[in-house]
């Protein structure tokens, strides 16, 4: 499930302005949307019956029409009924879903938007740094870095100025430099070592 549908189901997404922002992505009009916010409002006090009575003192349009709208709401899946040994109650959840699987597009466009900018600029930066063309398969490369990899572009950048400076100037020698493991600097280590007990020794003495 949708990591936003809980989000809009517990109220930590804002129904109203999500609706009023994404109505007409679910093919609904105005009234519809209006309907589907006052109802997620009598849901948020606790009114589970679903009645147009309720609407109707706070909308312009008849309490007739808001009962025929509701209709296709329930048709059109945006409304759920169940019935209870108590009576009829209704449910949002459908309509939660439906946003939610909105967001999860608008999401998944956004990250492939970024990383598509992303390719884009490793691939001007090679260029400009190499002084050649990026090649079909060095473009596929690229492409698994940022997709797959999900590498950053200042540590791209780092290992493609470090190729550089080594006159290794091969996407491929680049990739390897990616992918490699860091190795332990003993002598670092040992530094490092010192230095912290330096730190403790000089608390304990002072």
Request: no cysteine; net charge negative; proline share 1%.
């Amino acid at each position: 499930m949708s990591q936003y549908y809980m989000l809009i189901k517990n109220k930590l997404i804002d129904f109203d302005k999500l609706m009023i922002d994404k109505y007409h992505l679910l093919g609904l009009n105005e009234t519809d949307a209006i309907i589907l916010i006052k109802l997620n409002r009598l849901l948020n006090v606790g009114t589970t019956k679903l009645e147009s009575s309720y609407l109707a003192p706070t909308m312009s349009i008849t309490q007739n029409t808001i009962s025929k709208r509701i209709v296709d709401l329930v048709k059109n899946g945006f409304i759920t009924l169940t019935l209870t040994e108590a009576s009829e109650i209704f449910s949002l959840d459908e309509t939660y879903k439906r946003l939610s699987n909105l967001l999860d597009e608008e999401n998944a466009e956004s990250k492939e938007l970024k990383s598509n900018n992303l390719t884009k600029e490793v691939v001007e930066l090679i260029e400009k740094e190499f002084a050649k063309p990026v090649n079909a398969i060095e473009l596929e490369i690229v492409n698994n870095w940022i997709h797959q990899d999900g590498f950053s572009f200042d540590k791209i950048e780092k290992a493609i100025l470090d190729a550089k400076r080594n006159k290794k100037m091969n996407v491929k020698y680049v990739d390897v430099f990616l992918n490699q493991k860091p190795k332990t600097d003993k002598k670092n280590v040992d530094e490092n070592l010192q230095d912290l007990f330096n730190d403790i020794y000089g608390q304990i003495t002072s």
